[in-house]
């Protein structure tokens, strides 16, 4: 008797949208990714573009349909209709446009203002491309700083390049034997979400730092002399730096801290106090 075979699973259809401001390389990217070329010529997106791609994740047929967006102010009234039923999204900037990095935020408050009051952003995959990694000499955003903001945010972060292709099918779906135990890729992070019945799992939310940390770490990058970095006041005593350092060393100290750039800033804060103690006496 013959037996009976699996019925095979149904195609699943995701919808994906590219966000980030004008000139970033969104467009680049996903050309990268489907038609694997680069044009270096500057084409903008005028309002959207779209396209449909099939892909296999694991056992699972997926037709994908990717809403390319324009990046550019202007066309804000043709793209905010295309946030809603979203499952992924890709948040550009550009490595060497330190204001691109900024706007992510405001690209975020843009989505969230579209999909109104009962839209729910926790339940949608963001992946952030740190792209034109290649462009090595104008770098202003580095890697700790990219990844700390997207991992603080439950966010996936690839280091990308759409001139070479350096992690660009990484980030989409690493070829299925090569993909290492537990690495999340956006589209098996976004399979996950549907097999979840549209759910975040819970495992890809959790973080594995806390706010406090992220947010430390950030005060400290930005922080303007010693004194400000450990958070007392110019003119100090001894103590009052000993008792600051104590308490940033416990919080960022490489072995308790996995947030990205905690080794840096736990040496820029061992180095501020040395430096402060030296001239207290
Ligand atoms: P809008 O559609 O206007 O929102 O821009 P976009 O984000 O889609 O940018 P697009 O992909 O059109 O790329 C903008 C420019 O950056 C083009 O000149 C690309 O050739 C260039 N570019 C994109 N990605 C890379 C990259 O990884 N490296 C380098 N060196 N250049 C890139
Ligand atoms: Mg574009």
């Known amino acids: 008797m013959e037996a009976k075979r699996k019925e095979p699973r149904k195609a699943l259809r995701i919808k994906v949208i590219s966000m980030g401001n004008?000139?970033?390389?969104?467009?680049?990217?996903?050309?990268?990714?489907?038609?694997?070329r680069f044009v270096p010529k500057?084409?903008?997106?005028?309002?959207?573009?779209?396209?449909?791609?099939?892909?296999?994740?694991?056992?699972?047929e997926i037709k994908v349909n990717i809403f390319d967006m324009a990046g550019h102010p202007f066309f804000y009234e043709v793209r905010n209709e295309f946030?809603?039923?979203?499952?992924?999204?890709?948040?550009?900037?550009?490595?060497?446009?330190?204001?691109?990095?900024?706007?992510?935020?405001?690209?975020?408050?843009?989505?969230?203002q579209e999909l109104g009051p009962h839209g729910n952003m926790e339940n949608i995959v963001f992946?952030?491309?740190?792209?034109?990694?290649?462009?090595?000499?104008?770098?202003?955003?580095?890697?700790?700083?990219?990844?700390?903001?997207?991992?603080?945010?439950?966010?996936?972060?690839?280091?990308?390049?759409?001139?070479?292709?350096?992690g660009i099918n990484e980030m989409f779906q690493?070829?299925?034997?090569?993909v290492a135990e537990g690495t999340e890729t956006f589209y098996s992070a976004i399979v996950d979400l549907c097999d979840n019945g549209g759910k975040r799992p819970m495992?890809?939310?959790?973080?594995?730092?806390?706010?406090?940390?992220?947010?430390?770490?950030?005060?400290?990058?930005?922080?303007?002399?010693?004194?400000?970095?450990?958070?007392?006041?110019?003119?100090?005593t001894r103590d009052e730096v000993n008792k600051a350092y104590r308490k940033l060393a416990v919080l960022l100290h490489p072995d308790k801290c996995m947030a990205p750039g905690s080794e840096d800033?736990?040496?820029?804060?061992?180095?501020?106090?040395?430096?402060?103690?030296?001239?207290?006496?």
Request: aromatic share 10%.
């Open 83 to 112: 946030y809603k039923d979203t499952q992924g999204v890709i948040l550009v900037y550009d490595v060497g446009l330190k204001e691109s990095f900024d706007a992510l935020d405001s690209w975020l408050a843009e989505m969230k």
């Open 127 to 166: 992946v952030v491309c740190a792209n034109k990694v290649d462009c090595t000499k104008h770098r202003s955003v580095d890697e700790s700083e990219g990844r700390l903001w997207a991992e603080s945010r439950g966010f996936l972060y690839f280091e990308t390049s759409a001139q070479t292709g350096e």
């Open 265 to 281: 800033a736990f040496k820029a804060v061992v180095n501020a106090r040395t430096a402060l103690l030296k001239n207290i006496k």
């Open 174 to 178: 690493f070829s299925q034997y090569e």
């Open 22 to 36: 004008a000139e970033v390389g969104k467009s680049c990217i996903i050309k990268r990714y489907c038609e694997k």
């Open 42 to 60: 500057y084409l903008a997106t005028i309002g959207i573009d779209y396209g449909v791609t099939k892909v296999q994740v694991r056992d699972r």
């Open 203 to 236: 495992a890809s939310m959790s973080v594995s730092f806390t706010k406090e940390q992220a947010d430390t770490i950030r005060r400290i990058r930005s922080s303007k002399d010693s004194w400000d970095m450990l958070g007392v006041k110019p003119g100090a």
